[in-house]
């Protein structure tokens, strides 16, 4: 028993740093919500300061970049559309950590401050009974009997302490599982609302396609230089405009 | 269209640099990632070194506990179906970035080293002439008429040549819409085939539970402390076999 409550304590503590990496990759941008969030406790401030989703960073360079190309531009178009999904992917993505962070994450760390912890404290206590017991045997004679039946009494409670604290929590590990469930459930949120999003996403895009694709092709057009003036020259900002773009 | 132009090569290099954040957000792994297949490439070798997808890590991490736990622990043996299935998300992710790399940052990195470049060649050569022709225009009476007429000559030229690059390259942006729709069919692929992955893992870890629930619970049975021998005092690996677990 003792092994296996050894084993799921590493476990746990293995699984809870690889979910929050699997949550939030990136370890520098992990780093600094931690220490944002223990500051704001700290001035007692509730920011809303999210971890930058990597959907979100793209979403966000195209929405930008595809309103400056305008409307009248097709990959511009795209861009603003596939940029808006993204936006929505990185919201979806917030859901699930935040999802995942409340019910799998929270619940588990309860488990080895409380649970795992109390049967540690327990397997101390044990243990030093223990050596307590095997000293006063091996002195048998030379001290009064009463202390070592003491001893044998204090090891004999402490041990069925131990061993019921570890069979119960071994023999409810049903609700270790459901725990997993919980978590399999976030992920499956996530990845099926993201599908969702990139499927209603990829329908836009092939209708822009075809659009695009019916729009006749215009021929290029070249304009003379004006040579009257020297502003005229055709080429800059002010004069694109007049071509056809 | 110059400014479109310049607008679209700034989307571009960022869509480029936010696109590969997306498909690898630990900037650590990146970089190093970056440098081995340098290096690789130096030497001649071809690693298939490949991004560490925090899926396979939290998987991997479960399969190790899980398998040391053992076929009587349902946590154990529901640790290996989630790490297995972790795997195979992170092979759905490997696929995604190698799909995503070749199918549109490839792409989009050849639209910048190739078509935007020769724009912004032809660009810089029409600024030459146009002010070369300016400056002779200013001297006219001083200088040849002959040398003036040439320097018109080669200015519409290029203004010609570069106002039909762009012009070109605009008029063809159906081709970045298709670049676009093909990176949302990758992540739908990945999104659609994690849902899948999870489904079944869901599925698997339902009947778990339930099977789990179904068995009667055991009790506790305290053994008493063996006081006749200083080795079978009842608890350590050597005796847990006994108790149940």
Redesign the interface.
Known sequence: ????ID??S??VA??LS??T??LQ????YRAKLGMLNTVSKLRGQVKATGYPQ??G??GD??LK??K???ED???GN??VD?GE?LKLMAEVKDSLDINVKQTFIDPLQLLQDKDLKEIGHHLRK?EGR?LD??YK??RVGKIPEEEIRQA?EK??ES??L???S???F??N??E???Q??V???A??DY??Q??EI??E??SK??L??SL??KVP??E?M?K??N?SS?DA?????SS?SK???
């Open positions: 028993m003792e092994k296996k084993i799921t590493k476990a293995e699984i690889k979910a990496e699997y990759p990136n370890p520098a990597t959907e960073l793209l360079c195209m970049y595809g400056e190309l305008g531009s097709a990959f795209s861009l596939v999904a044990l223990r017991y095997d045997k091996r044998v090891f004999e041990k069925e131990a061993e019921r570890m069979f119960n071994l023999e590990d049903v270790q599982v459901s997993l469930a978590f399999v459930e992920a499956l990845h099926r993201s599908t990139l499927q996403l990829q895009l092939e822009r396609i695009a694709s092709k215009r290029f070249p003379p230089v040579t020297t020259n055709g080429v800059g900002p694109s071509t056809p773009d």
